[in-house]
């Protein structure tokens, strides 16, 4: 891999018509999107777009012009997830070039959902989602005040698609060989992007890795509920999650491109550390459910990066959707169970 800087910009460029930009996310612990440029015959084809900032868009376009190609070149938009640190800048690509966005039905179905949504439901649904977890009202007063006040959210004006990513189907893409593989979990319709094409420096394994969010080097993506605020499906989108790790461990790539972090070798290492991280953490919350608890009681109780009076108000609600997927994973493994009776709901080990 070689790097190459021009401005602020440090493109890398991986071999065999495959580059990295690092698009900045605002205000983000993570830094970076880590957007890919996949050159095909009919024109670069970018993997994600990052944030939707000023500064992440220049960064972006920047970035295109090190690698030798601009942002009005570009022929497709390849869209791991629907995330905006993923999914962000899309809309802006597509005017600025007539690229085409494509994506799983799965997130696409998510962001036609919230485009349409009411502002006013939207934070409804939250809220009435945060009480029935047994949050405080110190807890959902912030969300009452932005329904009543901003009267905006994220998402809202999201891109819509303009094509559907098949799993398991070749991409259309003239010259390259890019495989979608589903890897539900993180999102209903995340994908990772498999190039079946061999590894220009001749590393062991089976081609390389677009890995989106689904597999990172050194930290855990977060699972939640799915959150879908017009859908009463029950899923499980940790036994989702669990599931597409051993997906993509089988494929054994020889080096996985990820979207945040850094490149790396050893998918299926990397993979087993998650399974057994995962099966651990799922241990560690029978032990605390033999007294049963809320979602949110759960939440408090669980080991975080730091003390639970020390994580934001924000990050709460996303600790306690976490706390949610992994007790929904645990009763569809029967291991655990609601509390008849009890409002809000508590849950139990078995
Ligand atoms: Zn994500
Ligand atoms: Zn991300």
Known sequence: MTAR?????????????????????????????????????????????????????????????????????????????????????????????????AMHPADATVVRRTREAEPAHWFDYLTERLAAAGAPEEQLAPLRTARDHTGTFPGARAALPDREITPGALLDLSGRRLRAVWTPGHTPGHVCLHLEERHPAAATGHGRLFSGDHLLPGISPHIGLYGDLDDST???????YLSSLERVAALDPAEVLPAHQYAFTGAPARVRALLHHHEQRLTGLLALLTTPLTPWQLARAMEWNRPWAEIPYASRNIAVSEAEAHLRHLVTRGRAEPVPGTDPVTYRAV
């Open 234 to 240: 029950v899923t499980d989108p940790l036994g989702d």
């Open 5 to 101: 800087t021009t401005g602020a910009v440090h493109v890398a460029d991986h071999g065999g018509g495959v580059w990295s930009i690092p698009v900045p996310i605002p205000d983000n612990p993570l830094g970076h999107t880590l957007v890919h440029l996949l050159d095909t015959d009919r024109g670069p084809v970018l993997i994600d777009t990052g944030w939707d900032d000023p500064a992440s868009w220049d960064t972006l376009t920047a970035g295109l012009t090190a690698c030798g190609t601009s942002v009005t070149e570009l022929h497709g938009v390849l869209i791991t997830h629907h995330h905006p640190d993923h999914h962000g800048l899309s809309a802006r690509v597509r005017e600025a070039s007539g690229a085409w966005i």
